[in-house]
Nanobody, 121 residues
Framework: QVQLVESGGGSVQSGGSLRLSCAAS????????MAWFRQAPGKEREGVAK???????TYANSVKGRFTISQESAKNTLYLQMNSLKPEDTAMYYC???????????????WGQGTQVTVSA
């Protein structure tokens, strides 16, 4: 059974930093098929950062230059380093893995339960 468990969320002031972690069991992170998504209240879920099929990384325009996705194979853990946080980054953050790519979109198979990030002005 695959489990993805996020941690590292919390409340910070604008301009602060957080590092989210996603530990996997029953699944081995590789060089692709991994991503972070977020969903703010009343809004649709959006992709934040992902590893492409090539292993390169891509980011939503709203977080580019501030967030960094990475993974550590030895710990089978996915990370999201978030710097220069803004109130509009407030959301539940989810890690996702597995699945497939189609038409430039990534459709994960496995999802974590989410970790809340709240940024105050």
């Amino acid at each position: 059974q695959v489990q993805l468990v996020e941690s590292g969320g919390g409340s910070v002031q604008s301009g602060g930093s957080l590092r989210l972690s996603c530990a996997a069991s029953g699944y081995t992170f590789g060089s692709a098929y991994m991503a972070w998504f977020r969903q703010a209240p009343g809004k649709e879920r959006e992709g934040v950062a992902k590893f492409e099929r090539s292993g390169s990384t891509t980011y939503a325009n709203s977080v580019k230059g501030r967030f960094t996705i990475s993974q550590e194979s030895a710990k089978n853990t996915l990370y999201l380093q978030m710097n220069s946080l803004k109130p509009e980054d407030t959301a539940m953050y989810y890690c996702a893995a597995g699945g497939y790519y189609s038409g430039g979109l990534y459709s994960p198979l496995y999802w974590g339960q989410g970790t809340q990030v709240t940024v105050s002005a």
